[in-house]
């Protein structure tokens, strides 16, 4: 076949393959084929839980040829390879969930942030190398401290960005990586505990992710050029802090932590779900537009935005059902007051049953005239549908340019009650345009109506 395609086209054909084994197959078909491997620019190599189980049993109890190590695999592909920019290895998610104990295997074979076996291969292509992932194997890696970060510090002068998973890193000798742009460590128990290393070494982070990373007392992130953060606090440090002058998005998600700063003057989205805080300082947020809020006393939280004017688009949700603080003192008149400039309100389940319940109580309290808002998007459950339909007219009633109403009904309300929702809101107020779905906990929306 290759004899009849350009070499750019095939070669190209080679480069689209997401599992880099198949490149090691090529390499012996033909002479072209394995020429052509070694131009390859990026390599994607993950271990298959097939692959694992058949490494593991008995030579004479299968008949298949004997498994090629994995991590002997990668080493040859990197060998044979000219000009890589990218190396991406990592096992299979099946993998990911699966605990020591539920295993005990004590081998290396897919220790894949093992210094000595990274010494193998990335010098090889570290001078070119512009990205590099390591997705270890959790059940291999969790006892085992790696130093891997130190290594790949001291040797990838140009690497943009980086990710390490499931693993357990330490900072010693980390060297400054001024290149490195985005850094992703998911699921780490890393040996930094109040982020210094971080700060001093990744100085020009636009994107920093921090996903369930682990050992933290009180960290603070302090990154001039960051832009993009995603951090989600995976234990309960003492404070979390961050400062950066130039960060616009921002996803933080944590449980108590006693102290919480942000000093993000520019940030435009922030996504922020947390329990309780007893100290939260917020320095003013100038370009914010888009706000999302989760928490137990959420009524709270939102009297800490003083700032609200700015905002175009908020998301509230309550994350435990029945708190009483909570859901005692939310209503939209709050809101409204804090926040009134919105175009667009989404309510969660949780949220939109406590303004309910405190309507139904005589605690709307709507004082001004919301004459902004042009969108409402909520998932509710019907309990009495003469209380949600007198709640939700009441909310027409005082947002008299609202014109895009989005109501989800869980799925499992009695189709009588939901049918009988939509028809007199339908009917009594032509002039909005309706959608109707379905909801339900840990299942994706359905819409069932656009635009009635």
């Not at 189980?53 to 498994?67: D, K, M």
């Not at 939109?352 to 109580?361: G, H, L, P, T």
Request: proline content about 4%.
């Amino acid at each position: 076949m290759e004899e009849h395609l350009p070499q750019p086209l095939i070669l190209e054909i080679l480069s689209r393959l997401t599992d880099s084994a198949d490149l090691a197959r090529c390499r012996v078909v033909s002479k072209t084929l394995n020429t052509l491997c070694k131009e390859v620019r990026s390599i994607n190599l993950v271990c298959t839980l097939s692959r694992y189980v058949q490494s593991r049993l008995p030579q004479q109890v299968t008949a298949a040829p004997q498994v090629t190590p994995f991590k002997s695999i990668l080493e040859n592909l990197v060998r044979n390879s000219r000009h890589l920019e990218s190396v991406s290895i990592g096992v299979d998610k099946s993998l990911v969930g699966i605990s020591y104990d539920d295993v005990e295997d004590e081998s290396n074979d897919l220790y894949l942030t093992d210094v000595e076996f990274v010494k193998n291969w990335l010098p090889w292509v570290c001078e070119e190398l512009k990205f590099l992932s390591i997705s270890d194997c959790w059940f291999q890696s969790c006892w085992r401290k790696s130093e891997v970060l130190a290594f790949i510090s001291s040797c990838c002068k140009s690497l943009v960005e980086l990710e390490v998973k499931n693993a357990w890193l330490s900072v010693d000798n980390l060297n400054q990586m001024p290149m490195l742009t985005k850094l992703t460590l998911e699921f780490i128990r890393l040996e930094d505990e109040d982020l210094d290393k971080v700060n001093d070494c990744f100085p020009c982070l636009q994107v920093l992710n921090l996903v369930g990373v682990g050992g933290f007392r009180q960290p603070k992130i302090h990154l001039l050029h960051l832009k993009s953060c995603l951090w989600t606090v995976s234990n309960a440090p003492l404070s979390l802090a961050i400062y950066a002058p130039n960060l616009v998005k921002l996803e933080l998600r944590c449980v108590k932590p006693k102290s919480l700063v942000l000093e993000t003057p520019l940030l435009h989205d922030f996504c922020l779900s947390l329990e309780v805080a007893s100290e939260i300082r917020f320095q003013e947020f100038r370009n914010l537009m888009n706000l999302q809020l989760e928490s137990s006393s959420l009524s709270s939280l939102i009297n800490t935005f003083p700032f609200g004017k700015t905002i175009k688009k908020l998301k509230v949700e309550l994350l435990k059902p029945g708190e009483p603080i909570g859901m005692k003192n939310l209503n939209l008149g709050v809101l409204f007051d804090v926040f009134p400039n919105l175009s667009s309100l989404t309510l969660g389940p949780r949220a939109w049953s406590a303004v309910q319940s405190n309507f139904d109580k005589g605690r709307l309290e709507i004082r001004t005239e919301m004459k902004v808002l042009k969108e409402i998007i909520a998932r509710l459950v019907v309990d009495d549908i003469s209380v949600t339909r007198s709640f939700i007219f009441a909310i027409m009633n005082k947002c008299s340019n609202l014109s895009d109403m989005a109501l989800l009904i869980h799925r499992e309300e009695d189709l009588i009650t939901a049918s009988n929702l939509i028809s007199s809101c339908t009917v009594d107020h032509p002039r909005v345009r309706w959608r109707w779905g379905m909801w339900k906990e840990g299942t994706e929306d359905t819409w069932v109506t656009d635009g009635i």
